[in-house]
């Protein structure tokens, strides 16, 4: 069963943090690079951050030096820990294999406003 479930996000100020957390189902998360991507409001979804099976990382500019993706191989589960937050950070953020399988989760929405 394939299953993807996004968690953590909420409303934050400008400059403050947030950790987002994704429960993948093995078939998607083992052996996969992960990543995360994100869908501003009235955008297309996009990538912003990549973890590899061996934990290597890459990011999209627009995040590069402020979040940091991360999984838990025992657990099934990648991690996006996102600092300095800006208010064109808000979006809803989904995980997904990368390249992204078919189906997707329900995402979890982050607000970054004052």
């Known amino acids: 069963q394939v299953q993807l479930v996004e968690s953590g996000g909420g409303l934050v100020q400008p400059g403050g943090s947030l950790r987002l957390s994704c429960a993948a189902s093995?078939?998607?998360?083992?052996?996969?690079?992960m990543g995360w991507y994100r869908q501003p409001p009235g955008k297309q979804r996009e990538l912003v951050a990549t973890?590899?099976?061996?934990?290597?990382?890459n990011y999209a500019d627009a995040v590069k030096g402020r979040f940091t993706i991360s999984r838990d191989n025992g657990k099934n589960t990648v991690y996006l820990q996102m600092d300095s937050l800006k208010p064109e950070d808000t979006a809803v953020y989904y995980c997904?294999?990368?390249?992204?399988?078919?189906?997707w989760g329900q995402g979890t929405q982050v607000t970054v406003s004052s």
């Open positions: 973890v590899f099976s061996g934990g290597s990382t």
């Open positions: 997904n294999r990368n390249p992204p399988v078919r189906y």
């Open positions: 093995g078939s998607i998360f083992m052996f996969n690079a």
